[in-house]
């Protein structure tokens, strides 16, 4: 079985699998990117998010062979602890999070928003985060962060 190869947080990466085993299951298991969670496992609750060229989708129904010399960005690819991306420090200094289990596929729906329209009004936002389940019920407060990082970036 060849390898499939791909980017990952901007790294080549090649990995011997099964071309049908999920994206979330090599990421977790294989690479110990543990950032996308498993979650309903039907892509319906966004806690698998990762980015793929630039576009947030559910990592548990992908399978690797459709990642094949793709761009895969996880939270772990937005910054780092010496320089967090505008939104992670957007969501700290926001407080807009409690268990964190939705988080990082809510961070990535977010990043790919923000991308392709740096400068989103508050129902885009919502509308971004529309996919992505929070139990704790931190929506608005995510929403407000997700404003502030934008604000930062555009400014900067």
């Known amino acids: 079985m060849p390898a499939i190869q791909f980017r ?19 990421l977790r298991n294989r690479l110990g990117v543990t950032s996308p969670h498993f ?11 990762v980015m793929v060229d630039g576009h947030a989708m559910a990592s548990c129904e992908m399978p690797m062979w459709s990642v094949a010399d793709r761009d895969v960005v996880t939270v772990e690819g937005l ?7 505008p939104l992670q420090r957007a969501f700290i200094t926001e407080q807009a999070m409690q268990c964190g289990y939705c988080v990082s596929g809510i961070l990535i729906s977010a ?6 329209n740096p400068s989103p009004t508050e129902m885009e936002v919502r509308a971004a985060l529309d996919r992505n389940l929070c139990r704790c019920g931190s929506h608005n407060r995510m929403v407000r962060a997700v404003l502030r990082a934008a604000s930062e970036m555009v400014a900067s």
Do not use: M
């Open 8 to 26: 990952l947080n901007g790294a080549n990466v090649g990995v011997n699998a099964d071309p049908d085993q999920t994206l979330l299951d090599i």
């Open 39 to 49: 979650g309903c496992g039907a892509g319906e609750c966004g806690a698998c998010y």
């Open 79 to 85: 910054g780092t602890v010496e320089q967090p991306h």
């Open 111 to 116: 990043a790919a928003l923000l991308q392709r």
